[in-house]
């Protein structure tokens, strides 16, 4: 095992920092969208199967009730928002293919026996449901390939990853209807989906950044129905049936992006390591403007309205309850979004949840993903794994939490004990830089190099 110096690590993050940020801040949000959208086809190792997820249609859409009366419940009343139409959701099935070479194309056959080949190398029924980070602007499931196939190889499961809208042309709450909408895809499919109904007990809540916000919102939205309708098994409307809403058997989520307004102590004291600026690019002056941003009419925060920012459907970090959610792992690393992050872990074990934490020192945001050859992304990935079947597997989840040095020494912590704020004091925090926020008009058209 390969032990680098804190000085090496800090100059490999700045290295990586440079090249990332020269393009990010000079950039228009609109070429790095299309960028990151485009699919060299899967090879080596990875089973892919690509589906449309069909959304129901008919007039009084309960789905987007489900999703009105969440905003509704978890908010203050202020918040504006544009709910989004119903829309198809392109997904795809990810899973380890074994015993060809790292260039070998995936075979020239239909999607749905590309999905048969699959689940002939699937040896058991966990299924993630993860969902892609990119600061809700960027990425598609192709960006993220390794990362669902090593999981799909270390379980021996399958991932299910979807292409969620984007902002800023579709701004929240439409990433978040998309995954609503594919969770009860996986619980109910519809006709012609190659998947047969897969129970809640085998799926796992998975994703990293702002794909994790999004999983931990779903848990909110179903916790919101669990309290509307008096029960623990809510029902809903999904292509003409009544069906149950389960809560999934877990989360499993690594460096999630919590409170969007990044206005927490850690967004200022952990930025050594870290690859993110404490300027968001797209809200620099000089960043060029493109036909999709500013928008029109402009906004303060490129995913929502600024009356939404504190949401707790859009910064889970000032989500008041997590009581009844189902157990977590979070991995973190040294980095500007660990204290929205600490703020729900702590709060759910507090609330009787099971929770899994994991902190790595001197690690930036989605050092897996970066840098897959440090030991400490090998390890992350192996945990991440763990933790996805140990969940599948219905045993009993014992909470704890472990902080890790760059010499892989393990310090037992307590996760009751993360941080001295709870999410009342965190959206103190957090309203005072939504107050802040004005709309971003527009940037210099001569910005990018």
């Given at each position: 095992?390969n032990?680098?110096?804190?000085?090496?690590?800090a100059?490999?993050?700045e290295?990586?920092r440079?090249?990332?940020?020269s393009r990010?801040?000079?950039?228009p949000?609109?070429?790095?969208?299309?960028?990151?959208?485009?699919?060299?086809g899967a090879q080596?190792s990875?089973?892919?199967?690509?589906?449309?997820l069909?959304?129901p249609?008919?007039e009084?859409n309960?789905v987007?009730?489900?999703?009105?009366?969440?905003?509704?419940a978890l908010g203050r009343?202020d918040e504006?928002?544009?709910l989004?139409p119903?829309r198809d959701v392109?997904?795809?099935?990810?899973g380890?293919?074994?015993?060809?070479g790292p260039?070998?194309p995936?075979?020239?056959?239909?999607?749905?026996?590309k999905y048969d080949?699959?689940?002939?190398?699937?040896e058991n029924?966990?299924t993630?449901?993860y969902?892609?980070?990119?600061?809700f602007?960027?990425n598609?499931p192709?960006r993220?390939r390794?990362?669902?196939?090593k999981?799909?190889e270390l379980?021996k499961?399958?991932?299910f990853s979807?292409?969620?809208r984007?902002?800023p042309?579709?701004?929240?709450?439409?990433?978040?209807?998309?995954?609503i909408?594919?969770y009860l895809?996986?619980?109910?499919p519809?006709q012609?989906?190659?998947?047969?109904p897969?129970?809640?007990s085998?799926?796992?809540?998975a994703?990293?950044?702002s794909?994790?916000?999004?999983a931990l919102?779903?848990?909110q939205?179903?916790l919101a129905?669990r309290?509307?309708?008096?029960?623990h098994t809510?029902?809903v409307r999904?292509?003409?049936q009544?069906v149950?809403l389960s809560?999934?058997?877990?989360l499993?989520?690594?460096?999630?992006?919590?409170?969007q307004t990044?206005?927490l102590?850690?967004w200022y004291r952990?930025?050594?390591?870290d690859l993110?600026q404490?300027t968001?690019?797209?809200m620099?002056p000089?960043?060029?403007?493109c036909p999709?941003w500013p928008s029109?009419?402009p906004?303060g925060d490129?995913y929502?309205?600024?009356?939404?920012?504190?949401?707790?459907?859009?910064?889970?970090?000032?989500?008041r309850?997590?009581?009844?959610?189902?157990?977590m792992?979070i991995?973190?690393?040294?980095?500007?979004?660990?204290?929205?992050a600490?703020?729900v872990?702590?709060?759910?074990?507090?609330?009787?949840?099971?929770v899994?934490?994991e902190?790595?020192k001197?690690m930036?945001?989605n050092?897996p993903?970066?840098?897959?050859g440090w030991?400490?992304?090998?390890?992350?990935m192996k945990?991440?794994?763990e933790a996805c079947t140990l969940?599948t597997?219905g045993?009993?989840?014992?909470?704890?939490?472990e902080e890790?040095?760059?010499?892989?020494a393990?310090?037992d912590i307590?996760v009751?004990e993360l941080i001295?704020?709870?999410?009342?004091?965190?959206?103190?925090?957090m309203?005072v830089?939504?107050a802040?926020?004005k709309?971003w008009?527009?940037?210099?058209?001569?910005?990018?190099l």
């Open positions: 095992m032990f680098l110096t804190l000085d090496q690590i100059a490999t993050i290295k990586a440079h090249a990332i940020l990010a801040n000079t950039t949000i609109s070429e790095r969208q299309q960028a990151s959208l485009k699919d060299p080596g990875s089973w892919v199967s690509r589906v449309r069909t959304a249609q008919c009084e309960d987007q009730r489900l999703l009105l009366d969440a905003i509704e009343g504006q928002f544009i989004p119903m392109e997904a795809q099935w990810t380890y293919r074994p015993g060809v260039k070998e995936e075979p020239s056959i239909p999607e749905g026996e080949c699959l689940m002939k190398d699937t029924q966990t993630m449901f969902i892609q980070g990119g600061a602007v960027l598609t192709a993220f390794n990362t669902t196939t999981l799909a379980t499961g399958r991932c979807i292409g969620y984007l902002a042309q579709h701004p929240f709450p439409a990433a978040l209807l998309d995954v909408i594919s895809s996986l619980l109910y519809s012609g989906s190659y998947h047969s897969v129970p809640a085998s799926i796992v809540l994703g990293d950044s794909g994790a916000c999004l919102a779903l848990v939205v179903i129905a309290h509307a309708q008096a029960t809510p029902t999904f292509h003409d009544t149950v809560m999934p058997c877990g499993a989520v690594q460096s999630p992006s919590l409170d990044n206005s102590p850690s952990d930025a050594a390591f993110l404490e968001s690019p797209v620099l000089t960043y060029p403007s999709i029109n009419p906004r490129i929502c309205e600024t009356s939404m920012l504190c949401h707790p459907l859009v910064s889970p970090t000032a989500a309850s997590w009581a009844g959610a189902p157990p792992w991995a973190m690393g040294e980095e500007r979004l660990g204290d929205g600490k703020v872990a702590q709060t759910a074990a507090s609330q009787g949840v099971a899994r934490w902190s790595y001197a930036p945001h050092w993903m970066l840098i897959p030991w400490q992304s090998t390890r992350c945990r991440w794994a969940f597997q045993k009993h989840v014992k909470t704890r939490a890790v040095d760059v010499g892989c393990v310090r307590n009751r001295g704020l709870g999410p009342e004091e965190a959206e103190k925090l309203r830089s939504q802040a926020t709309p008009t527009g940037g210099s058209a001569n910005a990018k």
